[in-house]
């Protein structure tokens, strides 16, 4: 169980672009899914916390107009990386947590991001 | 400042060896230390620990938590290739949030 799902996988684009990465829980409802930015050989780096039926909550530093979150349902949220440069090319992965007590974080298998 | 810091960064070994990983922490409100694996794609979920003193185990693989001296450990015996991994700590609990603060990590090479 717990499985988190991310769609897609690997994207290449034309700067300007905009680019939507999915993430889905498949066997569970989040109300809290997470997404984190990882640059290579770094750790993750928490981006924002998507609630459901809210806004999401963005860490310091990360520009909220930059990437949209949109968390629609309590197994779907939407990160929009709008118009897309080069230095936001990276390692794009979510995360979502069962509505319990003592629960991990359960993590898709990210998106690489690469802008041209 | 919240902070989780991992040693070593890195550490190549022998298949048949056992290896300690460590993971300090310096968090704000702690509710829980967790431990992940993370080969070429996301991390995967090892070990969730909240309380002092509690071996946790898993096949080959233990982790256990101090929360007096803000650390923990995961311990992997006999070792194999397939251990080859990056393994994350992270702390989740601040602010009282579900967020987690990760370490660096520790990149572990096994050899045959």
């Known amino acids: 169980g717990a499985v988190v799902s991310q769609h897609p996988s690997w994207v290449i684009c034309k700067s300007g672009t905009s680019v939507k990465i999915e993430c889905r829980s498949l066997?569970?409802?989040?109300?809290?899914m997470f997404w984190y930015r990882q640059f290579p050989k770094q750790s993750l780096m928490l981006m924002a916390t998507s609630n459901e039926g809210s806004k999401a909550t963005y860490e310091q530093g990360v520009e909220k107009d930059k990437f949209l979150i949109n968390h629609a349902s309590l197994t779907l949220s939407t990160l929009t990386v709008t118009s897309a440069h080069p230095e936001d090319s990276s390692f794009y992965i979510c995360?979502?947590?069962?509505?319990?007590?003592?629960?991990?974080?359960?993590f898709g298998d990210g998106t690489r991001l690469s802008i041209l | 400042e919240d902070k989780v810091v991992q040693s070593p960064l890195s550490l190549v070994v022998h298949e048949g060896d056992t290896v300690t990983l460590n993971c300090s922490y310096e968090v704000t409100n702690f509710r829980s230390l967790l431990w992940y694996k993370q080969e070429k794609k996301a991390p995967t979920f090892l070990f969730m620990l909240?309380?002092?003193?509690i071996e946790k185990k898993s096949g080959r693989l233990s982790s256990i938590l101090d929360k007096k001296e803000l650390f923990s450990i995961l311990n992997i015996t006999a070792t194999q290739t397939g251990d080859s991994a990056v393994y994350l700590c992270?702390?989740?609990?601040?602010?009282?949030?579900?967020?987690?603060?990760f370490g660096t990590g520790t990149r572990l090479q096994v050899f045959p």
């Open positions: 066997d569970f409802q989040a109300t809290t």
């Open positions: 992270a702390v989740e609990g601040p602010y009282n949030t579900d967020k987690l603060i």
């Open positions: 995360s979502a947590i069962l509505d319990r007590d003592n629960q991990p974080q359960h």
């Open positions: 909240t309380s002092s003193g």
